[in-house]
DNA sequence: GGTCACACGTGAGGC
DNA sequence: TGCCTCACGTGTGAC
């Protein structure tokens, strides 16, 4: 496992080697790998003190990156070298590559800030990514669902008993207050 | 807007014309378009009777058009394929191009089921449903700790009515008491 | 005409 | 070993 990096690398160098010809250059990049967040391991839905933390940071990690990185400085760098070649044979086409890079580099973010943000992974792989996402949305649903409903019940529980309070309470002032007259006589 | 077509219509037709020049039969392939759903239209969190339901048949569409055409016969007429021809000058990557084909289109169902879960979409391409996603998990994980933090405040005052209500009632039992025996005195 | 987003085929690499 | 996933460059249609 020498080829571990992190998550932020993949946004490091990339102003040179822009040639068209294609599948040249395409074999200096590592295949990306995942932090170890999660992975194959079944939380239960109690564990979330110490996971949550990490997870929060890193994806802090990733929206700034993302902001500052992509945002200003590639695009701007783009503008520049559209405006030096009009229309050449084989520089033209150029900046679509970069664009499109760029595009997949931020899809790919986005899809490491869903990878913190969702619990309970069973695979490495963005489909699978995805289909826990949407299990997770169902689950949250639900569980705000019941919770909401049990508060309601609780709520009606409690607004009952006030009203049988305030009876009791009723009936022992008139209790008290007959004593009272009860006792004058 | 006349090229508005429905989802399921990328599942369709993908037996033949599997040549391996590139760019040839790309023309007769419209962009995709997403159903309206949700749309530049911003729901409160409080409507979720009609839209859900329709969601939820999409989705079951989704499910079963992705359970039954790809991972049965797209996969099995790989393995055919696969035998025929062990290696050949041309035809050989051609399963590999399917089998990406495959991959790419799931991912796709992946999205288009994670698009029929999340609301308040604010853009069409993926990035922007991904970054929706986050922040609707958020959203609902404090939504429901929010229900169930009211739901504990609801349940702790009324164990304590519960048990003033018990107190009192001693308290009146004594009172009946003592009035029965000061009566028969 | 330029921008944006997408699907495609393809090489590479991990399991 | 083959299977599977990914990033890449490219073509293309819609804005």
Redesign the pocket.
């Given at each position: 496992?020498e080829?571990f990096y992190l998550v932020s690398m993949?946004c490091s160098f990339r102003s040179g080697?822009?040639?068209?010809?294609?599948?040249?250059?395409?074999?200096?990049?590592?295949?990306?790998?995942y932090p170890p967040i999660q992975n194959n391991i079944i939380f239960s839905t109690a564990t979330s003190s110490t996971s949550t933390t990490v997870r929060s940071s890193f994806a802090e990690d990733i929206k700034l990156e993302e902001s500052d990185h992509s945002n200003i400085d590639v695009?701007a760098k783009?503008?520049r070298k559209?405006q030096k070649k009009?229309?050449h044979g084989r520089e033209e086409?150029?900046?679509?590559?970069?664009?499109?890079?760029?595009?997949?580099?931020?899809?790919?973010q986005r899809?490491y800030a869903l990878r913190a943000v969702v619990p309970n992974i069973t695979?490495?792989?963005?489909?699978?990514?995805l289909e826990d996402t949407v299990r997770y949305i169902n689950e949250l649903k639900l569980n705000a669902e019941n919770a909401e409903s049990k508060k309601d019940a609780v709520q009606i529980q409690l607004n009952k008993l006030n009203e049988e309070i305030a009876e009791q309470n009723a009936v022992l002032e008139f209790v008290d207050e007959g004593e009272e007259q009860w006792r004058m006589i």
């Open positions: 496992m080829w993949t080697s822009g040639l068209a010809g294609y599948g040249a250059m395409n074999s200096s990049k590592p295949r990306p790998v695009k783009l503008k559209r009009p229309t086409p150029m900046n679509h590559v970069e664009v499109e890079r760029l595009r997949r580099e931020k899809l790919n899809f695979g490495m792989d963005k489909a699978s990514l």
